[in-house]
């Protein structure tokens, strides 16, 4: 019986698997799958050779220039990288890696494709250096507020940008920080060996890097880490199978290490697609604090909210002017202009394809603003991109329920809480009462409802002067609406102009103070409730479904 | 001028061939939203055993492509059976996993089996008298595998556009949850997809073969990623862009190795990429998702 962590390069590749392992974390946690690791690993390890053999420098400057010169080469990368999405991305950053191994083969400063020798050695204690210093670093980075909004675009790129993410930001940072990590391990590799060439960073090294993080996990910063150390582990078991002293029935397994690999790699997706860690089961091993759901109870903590305000007392809050929109040759929206005061709760009515939901994502930035204009306060929005206004103070909700799935019910709240910006800030605490559901609890593990009762705080928690809720009673029962009634009444109370969509036409009525009609992108009727009651066009439009709740 | 018309000409015949390669990925692609990153090792493995099974033995060329053909289809359907199916269609990241799984089995089963990382040769290489047309020189094999590819790229695409499966196939692309409540076999589509794309990455494979003569173990990480780069530089799940990226990346490599570039003509169908994304994000005839 052997001990395979006695062989020096071994325990080296473990480490270093780990380290590059960890750079794809980091990217990937954002949801870019990048295939252009190798690519940064190989110009780490060629800026840190060059700086070595060339001028000289010792170790930490070396890895200093590494690190630079993978962010540099990273930085146009992640620029196009937010060009693209899914599979585009994937083949986008696969040809990074392999432009850059043809462009070192073809570069004589470097060596061409012999490459660079007689590199100062470093070892195996250098790298256990690194790595830790690097899970330190990571795990930082991961609990920090830019973690949280790397891990909310990760779940849904849109919610994250609605909650007031500059996605586009917080993803370049993301693949420039995961590449510099790359470069410097990289540099260590090419210290070890002590020579470096283009040809050991091919497209099969990021291949393996992805396979490390996606086999681990990428909800937990453990993930990567197991994933780089179990598979390095098992493929080196296998490969001395022999030396083990087993019966010679399972010597078969050496030549036959890759095909036993890509069995293990396919019942793993088939059991645990998001990887062997994920973050319930990280979860789950430490102490399990499943609290019972407790129930949302707006009416008694509605007092408890602080009187600050943040909301102006004067003048419109939302001003809609005009607006118009298109989809190709479709009008959704024609010619639509009406205001909202401070304090006001606006519902909009209208069929199916009369415009709302279009009128929301235009006012919320999803939508570009094709004709008219919108004011918010005092500030045009135009063209503000989406996490701006939110920013600004415009918060939406979704349709179809969107939440983090992978943060926690706390988390979801935190981020919509950092988009209030120099607004007075809610409590946490009330905030998580409005959440209705553990803070500790994974937000995909809640029922719809609970889900979109997250949605709601995590818009609230903005502290928002235009609140944007789209269906927002949807799936709930009698006893949830009317405790959402009484929500939207608290909030309007605190200031802020609700916007409210709702199929529920009682609901609208009942707790709006006006009302407005939208019928293919026109607005047929304005007024208070009554008046609408009683208006001959809405009925019309309606096709008597108003009279029912008059 | 006929220099620069030979080339074209030149470009126009390797693009078949990459053509027919991008057609079976953007197929899997196109039907089911999953990537498969198996069909290289399809690709080679399909050769291999065609030139080891048939060819080698002696019989006809027509009963290696069909074998061939066979191969490339019966690992096509294991790809769905043992990759795709276990993860489920919902989850794509993971199914494109599984299947880099099913590549390193392949890969692995055939060195061993092989014994050896050598490629396997044609028993005789075709003859290949140059047909001379007015100015310019053709490879009557080259001829014959663009009459073969063009044949299968216009059929695959009527097969798609115009019959019940089909439609039953574009169906599955558009609403995957829809199908089964309107009684239809998702089971049997996705089955049948990969088969039809098993089967043109053995064709092509075929194609290949006579082309160069051999079939390396090796060969199918490096064919299968310039298969997926021709697809993605034509838009994802697009019949016509597969075919316009793969002949268009056929002359520019044409072109590229007439002016010489050296080893940097390994990197054109990425570079070519890179520029195609830059411009167009979804490709050149794909659609926004």
Known sequence: MIDVFQNDAFRFFLLFNMLVALGMYVVYSTGQL????????????????????????????????????????????AFGANRVRGLYLLMGTLAVTEVVRVSLSNLDAVGGIQGIHGMEPSGVLEMAVVLALAIVGVAWLMSSPLGLEMRAIFDDEDAAAAAGVSTRTVKIIAVVAGAALTGI???????????????????????????????????????????????????????????????PVLDFASPWRFAIYGGLVMAVMAVRPEGLLTRGAVRSLQAPLRRRLRRLRTSAHAAAIPARRWTAGEGSALEVVGVGHRFGGLVALEDVAFTIRPAEIVALLGANGA???????????????????????????????????????????????RVFGHLTVGENVR??????????????????????????????????????????ARAVASSPLVLLLDEPSAGMNERERGELAQLIRALRDLGIAVVLVDHNVDLALGIADRIVVLDFGLVIAEGVPDAIRRDERVRAAYLGTMGRSA | MTEIAQTLLNGLLLGANYALLALSYTLVFGVLRLLTLAHGQIFMAAGLVALV??????????????????????????????????????????????????????????????????????????????????????????????????????????????????????????SPRLLPLLGIPVGRI????????????????????????????????????????????????????????????????????????????????????????????????????
Do not use: C
């Open chain 2, 190 to 289: 996705t089955v049948l997809t990969l088969a039809i794309s098993g089967a043109l990455a053995g064709l092509a494979s075929f194609l290949v073969a006579l082309r160069n003569g051999s079939v390396s173990p090796l060969a199918g990480t490096d064919i299968g990623l310039v298969g997926l780069a021709i697809m993605t530089i034509g838009g994802l799940g697009s019949l016509p862009g597969a075919m316009v990226a793969g002949i268009g990346l056929g002359i520019v490599e044409a072109f590229a190795s007439s002016i010489g570039v050296g080893t940097f003509q390994s990197a054109i169908p990425w570079l070519l990429l890179v520029l195609i994304l830059l411009v167009r994000p979804h490709g050149i005839l794909g659609k926004p998702e």
């Open chain 1, 185 to 247: 391990a990289g540099a260590l590799f090419a210290r070890y060996l002590s020579f470096i060439r283009p040809d050991l960073f091919g497209i099969g090294l990021s291949f393996s890097i992805a396979l490390y993080v996606l086999i681990g996990g990428v909800h937990s910063l453990a993930g990567p880490l197991v994933g780089a150390f179990l598979i390095t582990y098992l493929l080196e078991v296998l490969n001395r199978m022999q030396q083990f002293g087993l019966p």
């Open chain 1, 415 to 456: 981020l919509g809480l950092r988009a209030a910006r120099d607004r007075a800030r809610l409590p946490l605490e009330w905030l998580i009462e409005l959440a209705g559901a553990p803070p500790e609890a994974l937000a995909r593990d809640l029922t719809l409802v609970g889900q979109r009762r997250v949605e709601i």
């Open chain 2, 53 to 174: 099974a048939a060819d080698r033995q002696g019989q006809p060329l027509i009963v290696t492509g069909l074998v061939a053909i066979v191969v490339g289809a019966s690992l096509g359907v294991a790809t769905d059976l043992l990759a795709f199916r276990p993860v489920g269609l919902g989850r794509p990241i993971a199914a494109a996993v599984a299947t880099i799984g099913f590549a390193l089995v392949i890969e692995n089963t055939a060195l061993q089996l092989r014994g050896s990382s050598t490629a396997v040769g044609l028993r005789e290489p075709l003859p290949a008298p140059d047909l001379v047309l007015g100015p310019f020189l053709l490879s009557t094999v080259q001829l014959f595998i663009l009459a073969i590819a063009a044949v299968v790229m216009v059929g695959t695409n009527a097969f798609v556009d115009r019959s019940r499966w089909g439609m039953a196939m574009r169906a599955l692309a558009e």
């Open chain 1, 34 to 77: 990048s295939l252009g690791q190798a690519g940064f690993a190989a110009v780490g390890a060629y800026a840190g050779s060059y700086v070595d053999v060339k001028l000289g420098w010792p170790l930490v400057p070396v890895l200093l220039a590494a690190a630079a010169a993978a962010a540099l080469v990273a930085i146009p990368v």
């Open chain 1, 355 to 401: 415009g709302k939901t279009t009128l929301i994502n235009v006012v919320a930035g999803r939508l570009p603003l094709q004709r008219g204009s919108l004011r918010l306060a005092r500030t045009s929005l135009g063209r503000l991109p989406a996490h701006r206004r939110t920013r600004l103070g415009v918060s939406r909700t979704f349709q179809s329920v």
